[in-house]
């Protein structure tokens, strides 16, 4: 019995240091994510930073009588790309929003377009349209995505792909005729009202 006893004994010390081990392994590992995370902050300060000098070039070039909208284009398109997925992802959004709303841009449906791509509200379709729907076209249908769709299977179904399939079409009717794009307006309005 005795032999058994220390038999189990030196199987239980073995398995307590491959365990410990484990720790110290699982320890240098969480170290490192540590220092990996210490140094994304960082990075992300920069981003925040380039993502702000490019929306300031973006609203001086759109302000500028030069008739060059290359040069807004790849600002806002740079915008997009050092805000998109960040942080500070939302407030960046937010920016355009405001300045959609607020501000007189002369290239508007660039700003439009940037705007979709960071997500705009997840209203893609609504948001490219906005222009020529009633004011609370956008809060009827919001509400109708989380108070219905949001609540059933096939709705956070549809909801998932419209999110997938919206930045494109809200991109493709963007570049339609202005007569075009309010006709869709009136239409996506009666929508909204009768849902």
Same mark, same amino acid.
């Given at each position: 019995q005795r032999s058994s006893l220390e038999a189990q004994l $030196?199987?239980? *010390?073995?398995?307590?240091? /491959?365990?410990?081990?484990?720790?110290?392994?699982?320890? $240098?590992? @969480? #170290?490192?994510? @540590? =220092?990996? &995370? *210490?140094?994304?902050?960082k990075d992300i300060a920069e981003l925040l930073l380039l993502s702000g000098v490019f929306w300031d070039l973006a609203k001086i070039?759109?302000?500028? $009588? =030069?008739?060059?909208?290359?040069?807004?284009r790849y600002y806002l398109d740079r915008f997009v790309v050092f805000s998109?997925?960040?942080?500070?992802?939302?407030? *960046?959004? #937010?920016?355009? +929003?405001?300045?959609?709303?607020n501000g007189t841009p002369r290239h508007r449906k660039d700003f439009k377009d940037a705007h979709i791509r960071l997500g705009g509200g997840k209203c893609f379709i609504a948001t490219a349209l906005e222009d020529y729907c009633e004011p609370d076209t956008l809060t009827l249908l919001r509400r109708y995505r989380d108070e219905r769709l949001l609540k059933s299977v096939s709705g956070r179904?549809?909801?998932?792909?419209y999110y997938k399939v919206g930045p494109i079409v809200a991109r493709a009717i963007l570049r339609l005729p202005?007569?075009?794009?309010?006709?869709?307006? /009136?239409?996506?309005? /009666? &929508?909204? +009202?009768?849902l």
């Open positions: $030196s199987a239980r *010390s073995e398995e307590a240091k /491959r365990l410990a081990g484990e720790i110290a392994a699982k320890k $240098s590992e @969480a #170290e490192e994510a @540590a =220092k990996a &995370l *210490s140094a994304c902050k070039h759109d302000q500028s $009588s =030069k008739k060059d909208a290359t040069k807004l998109k997925g960040m942080p500070f992802h939302h407030v *960046s959004s #937010e920016l355009i +929003r405001k300045y959609l709303v179904g549809f909801v998932r792909g202005e007569w075009m794009q309010i006709k869709m307006a /009136r239409i996506l309005v /009666r &929508l909204s +009202r009768s």
